[in-house]
C-alpha cells in the first residue's frame, strides 16, 4: 500500500469493503429447514452458523484454524494513578501466557485453538493522551499495518483480545471522542473513589485537549487510543478484506470496533462480540454498535479468555450445521 498520507490506505480500504455471501447464507437456511430445524427451531445456534456461511463462503461452515490473536501495548497515562496495578504489569501478563499459564492458555486448549500474543513495544509507552497525542499518523498506520499481517498463515475464524494496563481508561476516552460525553459517562466507578476520580479527569483533559480533532475516527484512534487498539483495528480490517469471521473480546477490541464503525458504519457486519462486557461503559458501546454477545458470563478479564470461549460456541455451531447437512445428504 503506498499514497501520500499513512491513513490514506486504511480510508481507502473502509470505502470498498466486500460484503458476505449472501448465497452461502441462504444455503446454510435451507440446509438447516431441510434438516428438521425450521422457523430458526436452534435459536441463535443457527444464526451463528449462519453468519460463518455468510463470512467463510462455504455452506455448511467448518472452523478448522482458529485463531486468537492478543494484542499487548502500555499506555503513557497510567503516569496519573489510572490503574491499580503497576505498568510492569502488562508485561507480566505477557509473560504468563507465554509460559502457558494465563486463563486464555486453558481455553484454547479446551477448544483446540491457536493463540499468538503480540508484545507491542511494552518498553515504549505511548504518549501521554491528557496532554500530547498517544502516536503520530506514521506509528499509528504502522501498527494498523501489524494488525493485519498478525493474520497472515491462514485462518478461518478470528478471536481478538487484548492485554494493557490502563487500556480501559483509554477505552472510555475513545468511546466518549466517538460516542460523545464526558470522562463520568464512560469510566466505570471504581470502588476506590479517588481512583474513578483520576480515570474520570484523564480523559476529560484528552478530550479538551485535542478537541476537534477526534471527530475524524482514524485521528481519534492515533491520538486517545494506544499500540493493542490499532493493532486490533487492522486485524479487524484485515479479516473483513479477507472475508474471515470475527469475534471481539475485551475492550480495546470493542473500542477499535468503535473507530472502524464511525468510519464506516457497515464496518463490522463480520463481527460478533464474545461476550457482554461486565462494566456498564463497554455494554454501553456494545448496545450501540448493535452487537448482541454470544456469551454472557459476567467475564471481568481481558487477555482474549471470552473470544477463546465464544470460539468453542462458534466451532460447535459450525459442526451442528455441517453434521446436519450431511445427514440430509444421507
Known amino acids: 500500500m503506498t499514497s501520500a498520507l499513512p491513513f490514506d490506505d486504511f480510508r481507502a480500504l473502509l470505502a470498498t469493503l466486500p460484503d458476505p ?8 437456511r435451507t440446509l438447516f429447514a431441510e434438516a428438521g430445524a425450521p422457523n430458526r427451531s436452534l435459536g441463535r445456534v443457527e ?8 463470512w467463510s463462503g462455504r455452506a455448511p461452515p467448518a472452523v478448522n484454524r482458529p485463531l486468537v490473536a492478543v494484542f499487548a501495548g502500555n499506555h503513557g497515562v497510567v503516569r496519573h494513578g489510572i490503574s491499580a496495578q503497576p505498568m510492569e504489569a502488562t508485561a507480566e501478563a505477557v509473560e504468563l501466557c507465554a509460559a502457558g499459564g494465563a486463563a486464555v492458555n486453558q481455553a484454547c486448549i479446551a477448544s483446540d485453538l491457536g493463540l499468538k500474543v503480540f508484545d507491542l513495544a511494552l518498553h515504549l509507552p505511548t504518549g501521554d493522551i491528557s496532554q500530547e497525542a498517544a502516536l503520530d ?3 499509528c498506520a504502522a501498527t494498523m499495518a501489524f494488525g493485519m499481517e498478525a493474520l497472515a ?3 478461518d475464524l478470528v478471536c481478538l ?8 481508561t483509554v477505552a472510555a476516552a475513545l468511546f466518549a471522542a466517538l460516542f460523545g460525553g464526558s470522562g463520568a459517562d464512560w469510566v466505570e466507578p471504581d ?4 481512583l474513578t476520580e483520576r480515570r474520570v479527569r484523564a480523559v476529560d483533559a484528552a478530550l479538551a485537549f485535542h478537541g476537534a480533532h477526534l471527530k475524524d475516527p482514524l ?3 492515533r491520538r486517545v487510543g494506544g499500540r493493542e487498539f490499532a493493532a486490533l483495528a487492522g486485524a479487524i480490517l484485515a479479516a473483513r478484506m479477507e472475508k474471515i469471521p470475527v469475534l471481539l473480546g475485551g475492550h480495546a477490541a470493542l473500542a477499535a470496533a468503535v473507530v472502524l464503525h464511525a468510519a464506516n458504519p457497515f464496518a463490522l457486519d463480520h463481527c460478533r462480540l464474545a461476550s457482554l462486557p461486565d462494566r456498564t461503559g463497554p455494554a454501553r458501546a ?5 452487537l448482541m454477545p454470544l456469551l454472557d458470563l459476567s467475564i471481568d478479564h481481558h487477555g482474549g479468555l471470552d473470544a477463546a470461549l465464544a470460539a468453542g460456541l462458534a466451532k460447535a455451531a459450525a459442526l451442528v450445521g455441517s453434521g446436519m447437512a450431511a445427514a440430509v445428504k444421507r
Open 21 to 28: 455471501d449472501e448465497t452461502a447464507a441462504a444455503r446454510m
Open 47 to 54: 444464526d451463528i452458523a449462519v453468519w460463518l456461511a455468510a
Open 137 to 139: 499518523e506514521r506509528g
Open 153 to 155: 498463515g491462514g485462518t
Open 161 to 168: 483480545g487484548d492485554l494493557g494496563v490502563g487500556n480501559e
Open 191 to 194: 470502588s476506590d473513589a479517588g
Open 219 to 221: 485521528e481519534a484512534l
Open 286 to 290: 456494545a448496545a450501540r454498535l448493535g
